[in-house]
């Protein structure tokens, strides 16, 4: 696996467990919890997308 592709899982796991403990527990969630949800929606998606065209050719 490349390096690069490895920091981004890496990046997208602790973002997605951020989000799942604001989920578990909404009200111990910093206030810019709204961000990091729209950072890792936003991130996953460019992600997967750029993941489906490189496996496309």
Do not use: C, D, H, W
Not at 33 to 50: C, G, K, P
């Amino acid at each position: 696996m490349n390096k690069n592709k490895r920091i981004i899982l890496i990046l997208l796991i602790v973002l997605n467990s951020m989000v799942l403990l604001g989920q578990i527990y909404p009200e111990g969630a910093p206030p810019f919890a709204r961000y990091v949800n729209t950072i890792f929606l936003a991130a996953s998606l460019i992600y997967f997308i750029s993941q489906t065209k490189e496996n496309s050719k």
